[in-house]
């Protein structure tokens, strides 16, 4: 679903689902969790695909514009990623020490931001909710 979905949005802007883009897109839904682009790339190297970094960078840029995978956080080392199609919304919380990313729901938030909108007559169509800190073996060492 997600390649039909990536072909049409690749249509929609004059370009083609070339060898390289199916590679990224294919290695980006094989496994869950979170990623950067380095990671992306040597899985791909690894399963013995071809695609050179910058078709990483370039097709991941095209994935998060599509809408199927989005930026979590940036660190000292680059950007996160993870894909979010078929997967319910979720918030994340993020260690500044180890790097450790946690993914969180809260009922509660989600209410008070689409009350936040309704008071201040704003049509929100979306939210990235990043909380940073120390994870519970960091807060001990540190």
């Known amino acids: 679903m997600e390649n039909k979905i990536f072909q049409k949005y ?35 190297k690894a399963s013995g695909s071809k695609a050179s970094r910058a078709s990483v960078y370039r097709t991941l840029s095209l994935l998060v514009e599509s809408g199927l995978v ?4 940036r660190t000292e080392k680059g950007n996160i990623y993870e894909h979010i199609f078929g997967h319910t919304h979720h918030d994340h919380m993020v260690c500044d020490l180890c790097g450790s990313i946690i993914e969180f729901y809260s009922e509660k938030l989600e209410n008070l931001q689409e009350e ?8 929100g169509r ?11 073996g960091c807060k001990k060492i540190k």
Do not use: M, Q, W
Not at 116 to 123: P, Y
């Open 10 to 44: 690749l249509g929609e802007k004059g370009l083609k689902l070339t060898k390289e883009r199916t590679a990224v897109l294919k290695e980006v839904f094989s496994f869950h969790g979170h990623f950067d682009p380095e990671h992306l790339y040597l899985r791909i």
């Open 70 to 73: 989005e930026k979590v956080t």
């Open 116 to 123: 936040v909108c309704l008071s201040n007559a704003f049509d």
């Open 126 to 136: 979306s939210h990235t909710l990043e909380i940073r800190g120390y994870c519970a």
